[in-house]
Structures are given as C-alpha cells and as structure tokens.
C-alpha cells in the first residue's frame, strides 16, 4: 500500500479533546456498509459517546488480503456512508505502521491521556477475539462494547474472551459508564441487528459481473 496514494486528513489521527468518551471501531470496511453503519449508530447512543473513530485497516492481520480493496477506495466509500460528524473516518495506522490492534490502542492511549477510549467490534469478531495478538493485554486495557450480529449472539456465553473475562462483563444497562470503567470491563449490546456483510456484497458483485459476461 502506498500511503501517498491517501489523502493526508486521513493520514492523522483524529483530533479529541481531554475527557471525552470515544470509540474505536476497526474494520476492513471491503467495502463499508449499512451493518457497519448500525453498530456505529448503537455505539454512540448506548455507550453515550462524543466520537467514533471508524478506522480503515491497511489489512487485518488474520485474513487474506488478495480480495482487499485498495485502502483509497475503502476510506472514500466509508466517508460516503457516514454523515454524522461525530464519526471520524481515518487510517492513522498507515502512518504508524501498523495492522495490529493491541500495538495500535498503546499507541493511541499514550498520545491521548485523559481520554476514555473503548474498543468496539461485532459479535462475530468476540468469536475469534482470542487469536489476536496480545488479546488479553487489549482487553486488560481497554473497555470492550461487543455489538450482536445475527449467527454470533452466542459467542458472549460461548466464546473464549468471554470466559476469561467473565468476571469483567458489565449489563448492557450500563453501557453507559463502560467508557469511564478501568479495565477489564467489557459488554454485550442486544438490539437491532443487520445481516448484511462485506463477503456477501463482494460475492453479489462477482455474480452480477459473471452475469454481465455472459
Ligand atoms: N452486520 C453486522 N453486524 C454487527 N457487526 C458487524 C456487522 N458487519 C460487520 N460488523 C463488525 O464490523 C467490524 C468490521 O467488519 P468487517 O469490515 O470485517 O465486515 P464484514 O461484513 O464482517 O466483512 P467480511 O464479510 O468480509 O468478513 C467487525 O468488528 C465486525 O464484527
Ligand atoms: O491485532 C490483531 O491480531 C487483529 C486480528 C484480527 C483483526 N484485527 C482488527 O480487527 C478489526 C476488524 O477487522 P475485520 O477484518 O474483521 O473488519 C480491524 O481493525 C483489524 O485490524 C486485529
């Protein structure tokens, strides 16, 4: 990836002020949509946040990157789809050279003391959380909201963050003060959800192409 290719503003991390609530959301966004868009909406309002950082990954370190758009192209389709102002737009890790969560949030944290950062993901990603890098130093430092996602609403019994940090989770009641807790704490948000996914937009977008040729 070539980080001239991007326009600068994105290039930076996103400007907070002292004691502000905000969440980080990260994602391949390949491409961005309207799933995403309602766990950012639910983010905001649950947890009562003042920002969300919707944060473009250079590529997730776990998945293959043959199919992945070019960053360009993902953070101008994830500005399209994200009006509200409090949601910020960024792929600050270009320029800190990174595609690893845990390194990315000490980063984050060390540049923004004072801040109340939580760490925001879907319920599928809550399945596989456990084969992140350092995933226990992330969750021994930073809130976790887990948003519900249709086929992984059991992974907040079931899966193995869930079982370690049994003892941290929170009632989505009070979601609210998830921001302000220290570490571990972490929640569950039921709620709406959306089916849709990245892969199946990608596979009606090859089917249409297929279709096309013939
Ligand atoms: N429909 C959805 N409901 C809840 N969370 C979602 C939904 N779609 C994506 N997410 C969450 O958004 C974040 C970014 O997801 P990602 O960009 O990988 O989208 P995806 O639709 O899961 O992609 P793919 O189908 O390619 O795996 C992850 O935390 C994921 O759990
Ligand atoms: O740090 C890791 O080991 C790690 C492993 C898998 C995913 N992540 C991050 O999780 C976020 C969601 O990724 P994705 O591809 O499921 O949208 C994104 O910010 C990735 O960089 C991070």
Do not use: C
């Not at 002292?18 to 947890?47: Q, T, W, Y």
């Amino acid at each position: 990836m070539r980080s001239d290719a991007i326009e600068p503003r994105y290039l930076k991390m996103p400007h907070v002020e002292k004691g502000m609530a905000v969440g980080l959301f990260g994602g391949s966004f390949n491409p961005p949509h309207e799933g995403h868009v309602l766990v950012a909406d639910i983010a905001l309002r649950r947890l009562g946040l003042d920002q969300l950082w919707w944060m473009v990954t250079p590529g997730n370190p776990l998945k293959d990157h043959s199919q992945l758009s070019p960053l360009r192209e993902r953070l101008a389709l994830s500005e399209a789809i994200t009006p509200d102002p409090r949601i910020k737009v960024t792929a600050f890790e270009v320029t800190i050279g990174q595609n690893y969560t845990a390194r990315t949030l000490e980063i984050v944290q060390a540049r923004n003391p004072g801040v109340h950062f939580v760490w925001i993901m879907g319920a599928d990603s809550l399945k596989s959380f456990h084969r992140w890098q350092n995933w226990q130093r992330i969750a021994r430092t930073f809130p976790i909201a887990v948003i519900d996602r249709p086929g992984s609403t059991l992974a907040f019994l079931s899966s193995v963050m869930a079982k370690t940090f049994d003892h941290a989770r929170i009632d989505e009641e009070d979601a609210r003060a998830l921001a302000y807790r220290p570490a571990p704490a972490w929640t569950f948000i039921h709620g709406p959800r959306s089916p849709l996914s990245s892969s199946a937009l990608r596979q009606r977008e090859e089917t249409k192409k297929d279709t096309g040729n013939k």
